[in-house]
Nanobody, 131 residues
Framework: QVQLVESGGGSVQAGGSLRLSCAASTSAESPRHMAWFRQNPGKQREGVAAVEGNGIGGDSTRYADSVKGRFIISRDDAKNTMYLQMNSLKAEDTAMYYC?????????????????????WGQGTQVTVSS
C-alpha cells in the first residue's frame, strides 16, 4: 500500500513558477513508476509528466506535449518524494494536480500518461494561474 500527499499548489500569475511535491508513504521501497496528472471540473484527467525510477541507470521521463520545455519532473528516492517544477505557467495550466504511483508497469513508456495505469493516488493540490 502506498499513500501519497501532494503539496506546493497555489495561485500565481502567468509566467510565474511553482514547484509541487508528492510525498510517498510506504513500507516497501519507493514505487518505481510515478506521475503527475491534472483535472478541471467536467473534464477528463490528463497526464502531465511521468518518471520511471531506474536507480543508478538514470530515471526516464515522459511529458505531455503541452508542458514540454516548461515543466520538469524529478524524484528523490531517499526522501520518497517526487517533484514537478512548473515554469512559464499559463492560464490553461490551471487545474487540480494529482500525483499517482504504481509499483511496476509493463510497457511503461507506452502507458506512462494514462490514468488507468496507476493504482495509488493522492488527494490533489490546486494550481491557479491568472492571466
Amino acid at each position: 500500500q502506498v499513500q501519497l500527499v501532494e503539496s506546493g499548489g497555489g495561485s500565481v500569475q502567468a509566467g510565474g513558477s511553482l514547484r509541487l511535491s508528492c510525498a510517498a508513504s510506504t513500507s516497501a521501497e519507493s514505487p518505481r513508476h510515478m506521475a503527475w496528472f491534472r483535472q478541471n471540473p467536467g473534464k477528463q484527467r490528463e497526464g502531465v509528466a511521468a518518471v520511471e525510477g531506474n536507480g543508478i541507470g538514470g530515471d526516464s521521463t515522459r511529458y505531455a506535449d503541452s508542458v514540454k520545455g516548461r515543466f520538469i519532473i524529478s524524484r528523490d528516492d531517499a526522501k520518497n518524494t517526487m517533484y514537478l517544477q512548473m515554469n512559464s505557467l499559463k492560464a490553461e495550466d490551471t487545474a487540480m494536480y494529482y500525483c499517482a504511483a504504481a509499483s511496476s508497469l509493463w510497457d511503461w513508456s507506452r502507458i506512462a500518461l494514462r490514468p488507468a495505469a496507476y493504482k495509488f493516488w493522492g488527494q490533489g493540490t490546486q494550481v491557479t494561474v491568472s492571466s
